[in-house]
């Protein structure tokens, strides 16, 4: 093995980050970040305050639901599941086979199955006892 050394950069070197990343993208392995559409949708009242939100990338023809979020105030009123209609909207305006997403809630994700999401991955004991969700929607 050549005379390396590992070393961990934590909080992220942001120049050997960019570095690494130029690297990925001349391998094809990846996207230069200016060719990821990122998308955010939100939910405000009459005042403008930020009450629910969806934001999102799209990368190849896939969309990815990074955070979603609807006050408690207003949750069990279908703005989630708005939201989510909003983005799966969005990334089919744009080519995009599946739109995917990540939860640890059980609540989550009975509604994200319940309008069409499938999980596709699992971890369990993610936190205690508690499991993390992959989930997609084909789009096509």
């Not at 969309?63 to 069990?76: R, T």
């Not at 990540?102 to 971890?123: D, H, I, N, P």
């Not at 989930?135 to 096509?140: P, T, V």
Request: overall charge negative.
């Amino acid at each position: 093995m050549a005379d390396l050394k590992f070393r961990l950069h934590t909080p992220t070197d942001p120049d050997k980050a960019r570095v690494l990343h130029e690297r990925l993208v001349e391998t094809g392995e990846t996207l230069r970040t200016a060719d990821i559409e990122t998308f955010l949708f939100t939910l405000e009242d009459e005042a403008g305050t930020l009450c629910g939100g969806c934001k999102g990338d799209i990368a190849f023809r896939s969309a990815h639901i990074a955070e979603l979020w609807v006050d408690e105030a207003y949750q069990g009123q279908g703005f989630g599941r708005a939201l989510l209609h909003r983005a799966e909207t969005h990334a089919l305006a744009r080519n995009c086979m599946r739109i995917h997403l990540e939860t640890r809630s059980e609540a989550a994700r009975a509604v994200y199955q319940k309008v069409g999401y499938r999980v596709f991955g699992q971890l369990s004991d993610y936190k205690g006892s508690q499991a993390f969700y992959y989930l997609e929607k084909r789009l096509d």
